[in-house]
């Protein structure tokens, strides 16, 4: 079963603007990842943030968590052609001995155009 | 690094015949987990190992699925006898518990079952 819903599931933008997707889940979690899918590929992970921690960057990446609402953001600044992907949330049911179970949510499709 | 490496990339069969999914996880990385994707499902996590061990098979939709680790180099996801609706991606995923905990993704496998 799925924990994540995004939203939307399909954002279109120009290149240059920036890009939100939005993440909402059910249960509690240890944290939440973002991956990214190319089309044909596999996924790539991007950014994760633990539940005690609110916000996160990495380059043009900003990630913010909620656990009160159960929802996490991810923005893409100044976006490019190349972001053009699947973007997914993926919350993790932590293992014994460590290791992550993550449950993905339904993705966002985002297309930049040039 | 080569990443988690899987073969075949694409496979088609006809409804019946067995199917053997290959996936290679990189080395030193004691999780490794089976995922399905599809449109209609999205992401589905179908069984995972740690150290060589199956852990949790709950996600293996039926009694045609089974899946084995002979040792930390190698896995393989069998279907028998295929069935048109196994069509989907099969993608195989590693971590190395305790750094990070994020996964690594191979390619996928393509299978449509005819």
């Known amino acids: 079963s799925q924990q994540g819903e995004e939203d939307p599931q399909a954002l279109s933008i120009q290149e240059g603007e920036n890009a939100t997707m939005n993440c909402s889940y059910k249960t509690s979690i240890n944290n939440l990842q973002w991956y990214r899918q190319n089309s044909g590929r596999g996924l790539v992970h991007l950014i994760l943030?633990?539940?005690?921690?609110r916000e996160k960057h990495s380059g043009r990446l900003r990630v913010t968590l909620d656990t009160s609402k159960k929802s996490s953001s991810l923005l893409i600044t100044a976006s490019r052609a190349a972001d053009t992907a699947s973007y997914f949330c993926?919350?993790?049911?932590?293992?014994?001995?460590?290791?992550?179970?993550?449950?993905f949510g339904t993705g966002t499709q985002l297309k930049v155009e040039l | 690094d080569a990443g988690v490496i899987q073969s075949p990339r694409h496979e088609v069969t006809e409804m019946g015949q067995e199917v053997t999914l290959r996936c290679k996880p990189i080395s030193g990385h004691d999780y490794l987990f089976w995922y399905r994707q599809t449109m209609m499902r999205g992401l589905e996590l179908l069984i995972y190992?740690?150290?060589?061990?199956?852990?949790?098979d709950s996600g293996m939709p039926e009694d045609r699925f089974s899946a084995k680790m002979p040792n930390a180099s190698f896995s393989t996801l069998k279907i028998q006898p295929s069935e048109p609706r196994d069509s989907a991606v099969y993608f195989c995923a590693s971590s190395f518990a305790g750094v990070g905990e994020k996964l690594f993704f191979g390619s996928g496998t393509q299978l449509s079952v005819l």
């Open positions: 190992f740690n150290n060589n061990v199956p852990i949790d």
């Open positions: 993926a919350t993790d049911e932590g293992l014994t001995g460590g290791g992550n179970k993550l449950t």
């Open positions: 943030i633990r539940s005690n921690e």
